[in-house]
């Protein structure tokens, strides 16, 4: 590969990773790739556009350095979920002198201390967004009493790489919520209680924002295709990419105000009222690196992780969005919780997949083969 931008991606074996590989291969970028798993074998490392790849069980900060760091320039990396981005703002002080990270304040610990659902409220509700009642708690003493929550409440992990979607409970009533809290107990420390408000319109809107404080914004995509997993709280297996989003200025607002720079995605629930300007939009969370459905930008000619990179390198960023609607699917997911008698429906009007792509076949053969 003759094009000299470079960049490592460190992701666990997931379609995420694989499709920043992705993102980054289809503009010619090189890609060295580092898998954190604990399988000796990666789908993802199947990509044809990965120049470089190798599987750790974990992070290592003297590993990164020694074997890529480059003497000449500074090398950008991305990672491609919430403990990895973790362990790149834990170590940014060191990182940084060999490798381009994503930051906040270019601090190390802001990234982190960011990742806090609580601190995301606070920031959302100054940006614009709507916001559910909440309330962040200890979980030292559950028996103490909780008031003032309304109900149906959701439970979540108050710090992203604190816990999981697992942890994730819905309480109908205040002896749902002491039970679900006092099980949670075992094994997180704080929790944000919300209001819960139904997800059937789950809207995500990408973007990035470039070390020289340019913002990249387009359209948001709507999440649909739900099913009755996780605790009922539902698993989004389809998208559809709109090429217009009205929180355009409230997510530019959010990046701006914490002085992120990287790429990352915020999600809303939306209310929709009979009067347009009524519509609630409700802050969810943001997450402060490469989403699973970035890749799904790529068919409107919008590569996020690109933008990235070719910032890092001082190049200017012309990006000419299409303006038409784009479907995507998980099909894995699709097809392991939401099938349905509309099969047939979905797939012929799937514009791209998340692991399947004509154009670099091998990882999809063998998650289907070995992984499922």
């Given at each position: ?21 992705r993102s980054?291969?289809?503009a ?12 000796p ?110 109900y ?18 819905i ?10 809290l ?73 990046v ?8 990352y ?19 969810i ?22 933008i ?17 609607k ?42 289907f083969?070995?992984h499922?």
């Amino acid at each position: 590969m003759k094009n000299n931008k470079v960049c490592i991606v460190l992701g666990n074996d997931h379609y995420n990773t694989l499709n920043v590989v992705r993102s980054l291969g289809e503009a010619k970028i090189q890609v060295l790739a580092i898998i954190i798993s604990d399988k000796p074998t990666s789908f993802v490392l199947k990509s044809k556009y990965i120049y470089r790849g190798e599987v750790f069980t974990s992070p290592d900060v003297a590993d990164i350095i020694n074997k890529y760091a480059n003497s000449e320039m500074r090398i950008p990396i991305l990672a491609t979920c919430d403990s990895l981005a973790a362990f790149l703002d834990q170590h940014y002080d060191t990182l940084s002198k060999h490798f381009i990270l994503p930051s906040v304040r270019n601090t190390q610990g802001m990234l982190v201390h960011e990742m806090d659902k609580n601190i995301q409220l606070e920031h959302a509700e100054k940006a614009g967004f709507d916001i559910p009642e909440s309330v962040a708690i200890s979980l030292d003493n559950v028996d103490a009493m909780i008031s003032g929550i309304i109900y149906p409440c959701i439970i979540k992990p108050e710090e992203s790489i604190g816990g999981s979607k697992s942890d994730f409970r819905i309480c109908e009533n205040e002896q749902e919520l002491v039970n679900c809290l006092k099980v949670l107990a075992n094994h997180l420390d704080r929790v944000l209680i919300q209001q819960f408000i139904p997800n059937d319109n789950v809207i995500l809107i990408a973007g990035v924002r470039t070390p020289s404080n340019q913002n990249f914004i387009f359209g948001e995509i709507d999440k649909y295709k739900h099913s009755a997993q996780l605790h009922n709280l539902g698993l989004s297996c389809m998208g559809v990419l709109n090429p217009v989003s009205e929180l355009r200025d409230a997510c530019i607002c959010y990046v701006d105000s914490i002085d992120y720079h990287g790429c990352y995605s915020i999600e809303v629930v939306r209310i929709t009222a009979s009067n347009s300007a009524l519509d609630k939009n409700f802050f969810i969370e943001i997450n402060l690196r490469t989403d699973g459905l970035f890749y799904f930008y790529q068919k409107a000619n919008i590569n996020f992780p690109a933008i990235w990179v070719n910032s890092c390198y001082n190049e200017k960023v012309n990006v000419t969005p299409s303006q038409n609607k784009i479907y995507g699917m998980n099909e894995f997911m699709y097809f392991r919780h939401c099938l349905s008698a509309a099969v047939f429906t979905d797939l012929f009007k799937t514009d791209i997949f998340s692991t399947f792509s004509i154009k670099d076949i091998k990882p999809f053969i063998y998650r289907f083969l070995y992984h499922g």
